[in-house]
C-alpha cells in the first residue's frame, strides 16, 4: 500500500466519522424529541440513554451497510473510487451542517445516497450507478414516511379504542401511565436509530476500502463497526437541540399517550427497513409517525407550515446533494486522476 493511498483511506475513514458523528446530533432529535418534549425523561436522561442505545444498536447488523456499499455502485469496477467516497462524505457533511444550523429536520441518508450517486456519476460516469439498486433504495425512501403515517394513525387510533374501552377517560391519568411506556418505546426507538444510521458510515468507509484495494469483499471489518459506533454515540451525546426543538413543538403538540404511538411506530418500520437490509431516512419516518399519530387527537392543530417546510426540504436533499458533489468531485479531483 502506498503511502498516498494510506493517507486517501485516512482521510476517509476521518470524513466518514465526523459524518457519522454528525449524523448523530442531527438525528438526535429522532428518538428523544418527544420523550423530552413530554417530560417522560429529562433532556439529560434523554440524550444519555440514546446515545448509549445508539451505540448498541450500531452494532447489531451489518445488512445497511452492505447495501449502501455496493448498492448503489460496485467500488471494485470504478477507478479512483476512494476520491468519489471523498467528495460524497464532503458533500453530505456540508448539507447536513446547513440545515441544521437552518434546524431543519433533513435526511442524512438521502444526502448520503444522492452525493454518492453524483460523486459516481462525476468520476465514474452514469454506466457505474446500479440505476435498479438505486431504484428499491428510493422506493424504500418514498414510502417508509408514508407507511409510518398510516400506521401511526391506526395504532393511535387503536390505542385511544381501548382507553375507551377501559372506561379510563382521565386524560392527567392516562399521561402519567403512557410516560412509562413512552420511555420504553423512546429506548427502543434509539436503539432501532443507531441500527440503521450508524451503518451508513461503515458502508461508505467498506466502499472506500474496497476501491482503494484494501479490502475485496463488503464484509464489515469489527474495527468499522466500533469506530462507527462510538461516532454515533458521541454525537448523541451532544444533542441537536435545533431540531430537536422543531420535532417536538413545532408540528403538533405531543402528550405521552401519542408519543408512545408514535416511537413505537416509528421503531417497527425502521426495524423491518434494517432486517431488509433497506437505509431509510429515520427523520423521515419519525416525523411522519408524529404527525399521523398526533392527528388522530387533534388533527387541526398540525402546524402544516413546518410540514409543508420539511417536504420541501426533504424533496431538494437528493438533487442538490447529486449536483454538490458531483461539482465537488469536478473541482477537486477530475484534473489529478
Given at each position: 500500500?502506498?503511502?498516498?493511498?494510506?493517507?486517501?483511506?485516512?482521510?476517509?475513514?476521518?470524513?466518514?466519522?465526523?459524518?457519522?458523528?454528525?449524523?448523530?446530533?442531527?438525528?438526535?432529535?429522532?428518538a428523544?424529541?418527544?420523550?423530552?418534549?413530554?417530560?417522560?425523561?429529562?433532556?439529560?436522561?434523554?440524550?444519555?440513554?440514546?446515545?448509549?442505545?445508539?451505540?448498541?444498536?450500531?452494532?447489531?447488523?451489518?445488512?445497511?451497510?452492505?447495501?449502501i456499499?455496493?448498492?448503489?455502485?460496485d467500488?471494485?469496477?470504478?477507478?479512483?473510487g476512494?476520491?468519489?467516497?471523498?467528495?460524497?462524505?464532503?458533500?453530505?457533511?456540508?448539507?447536513?451542517?446547513?440545515?441544521?444550523?437552518?434546524?431543519?429536520?433533513?435526511?442524512?441518508?438521502?444526502?448520503?445516497?444522492?452525493?454518492?450517486?453524483?460523486?459516481?456519476?462525476?468520476?465514474?460516469?452514469?454506466?457505474?450507478?446500479?440505476?435498479?439498486?438505486?431504484?428499491?433504495?428510493?422506493?424504500?425512501?418514498?414510502?417508509?414516511?408514508?407507511?409510518?403515517?398510516?400506521?401511526?394513525?391506526?395504532?393511535?387510533?387503536?390505542?385511544?379504542?381501548?382507553?375507551?374501552?377501559?372506561?379510563?377517560?382521565?386524560?392527567?391519568?392516562?399521561?402519567?401511565?403512557?410516560?412509562?411506556?413512552?420511555?420504553?418505546?423512546?429506548?427502543?426507538?434509539?436503539?432501532?436509530?443507531?441500527g440503521?444510521?450508524?451503518?451508513?458510515?461503515?458502508?461508505?468507509?467498506?466502499?472506500?476500502?474496497?476501491?482503494?484495494?484494501?479490502?475485496?469483499?463488503?464484509?464489515?471489518?469489527?474495527?468499522?463497526?466500533?469506530?462507527?459506533?462510538?461516532?454515533?454515540?458521541?454525537?448523541?451525546?451532544?444533542?441537536?437541540?435545533?431540531?430537536?426543538?422543531?420535532?417536538?413543538?413545532?408540528?403538533?403538540?405531543?402528550?405521552?399517550?401519542?408519543?408512545?404511538?408514535?416511537?413505537?411506530?416509528?421503531?417497527?418500520?425502521?426495524?423491518?427497513?434494517?432486517?431488509?437490509?433497506?437505509?431509510?431516512?429515520?427523520?423521515?419516518?419519525?416525523?411522519?409517525?408524529?404527525?399521523g399519530?398526533?392527528?388522530?387527537?387533534?388533527?387541526?392543530?398540525v402546524?402544516?407550515?413546518?410540514?409543508?417546510?420539511?417536504?420541501?426540504?426533504?424533496?431538494?436533499?437528493?438533487?442538490?446533494?447529486?449536483?454538490?458533489?458531483?461539482?465537488?468531485?469536478?473541482?477537486?479531483?477530475?484534473?489529478?486522476?
Amino acid at each position: 500500500m502506498t503511502t498516498t493511498v494510506l493517507i486517501t483511506l485516512i482521510a476517509i475513514v476521518f470524513l466518514a466519522l465526523a459524518f457519522d458523528f454528525i449524523n448523530g446530533f442531527h438525528d438526535t432529535a429522532n428518538a428523544v424529541a418527544t420523550s423530552i418534549s413530554t417530560r417522560a425523561m429529562s433532556p439529560k436522561v434523554a440524550i444519555i440513554s440514546a446515545a448509549c442505545l445508539n451505540f448498541v444498536g450500531a452494532l447489531y447488523s451489518s445488512e445497511v451497510a452492505k447495501t449502501i456499499g455496493s448498492g448503489i455502485a460496485d467500488p471494485s469496477k470504478i477507478n479512483h473510487g476512494e476520491f468519489i467516497v471523498i467528495a460524497a462524505l464532503l458533500s453530505a457533511i456540508i448539507w447536513n451542517l446547513a440545515t441544521w444550523y437552518y434546524a431543519i429536520p433533513s435526511s442524512s441518508s438521502h444526502t448520503l445516497i444522492g452525493s454518492i450517486v453524483g460523486a459516481v456519476l462525476a468520476g465514474a460516469g452514469a454506466d457505474f450507478v446500479k440505476w435498479g439498486g438505486l431504484g428499491k433504495i428510493v422506493l424504500i425512501l418514498v414510502l417508509s414516511p408514508i407507511v409510518a403515517f398510516v400506521a401511526g394513525y391506526i395504532i393511535m387510533t387503536i390505542i385511544k379504542y381501548l382507553v375507551i374501552l377501559t372506561g379510563n377517560k382521565s386524560r392527567s391519568k392516562l399521561n402519567r401511565v403512557f410516560k412509562f411506556f413512552q420511555i420504553l418505546s423512546a429506548w427502543l426507538l434509539s436503539f432501532s436509530h443507531g441500527g440503521n444510521d450508524a451503518q451508513k458510515a461503515m458502508g461508505i468507509i467498506v466502499f472506500g476500502l474496497v476501491a482503494a484495494g484494501a479490502q475485496t469483499t463488503m464484509d464489515v471489518p469489527l474495527w468499522v463497526k466500533i469506530a462507527a459506533a462510538t461516532a454515533m454515540g458521541l454525537g448523541t451525546s451532544i444533542g441537536g437541540w435545533k431540531i430537536i426543538k422543531t420535532i417536538s413543538k413545532n408540528l403538533i403538540k405531543i402528550e405521552p399517550i401519542n408519543g408512545f404511538a408514535s416511537d413505537l411506530t416509528s421503531s417497527i418500520v425502521i426495524q423491518t427497513s434494517t432486517h431488509m437490509g433497506m437505509p431509510l431516512s429515520t427523520t423521515h419516518v419519525i416525523s411522519s409517525a408524529i404527525i399521523g399519530s398526533g392527528s388522530v387527537l387533534r388533527f387541526h392543530e398540525v402546524k402544516w407550515g413546518t410540514v409543508t417546510r420539511m417536504i420541501i426540504t426533504w424533496i431538494i436533499t437528493i438533487p442538490i446533494s447529486i449536483i454538490l458533489s458531483y461539482v465537488l468531485y469536478t473541482v477537486l479531483f477530475k484534473f489529478f486522476v
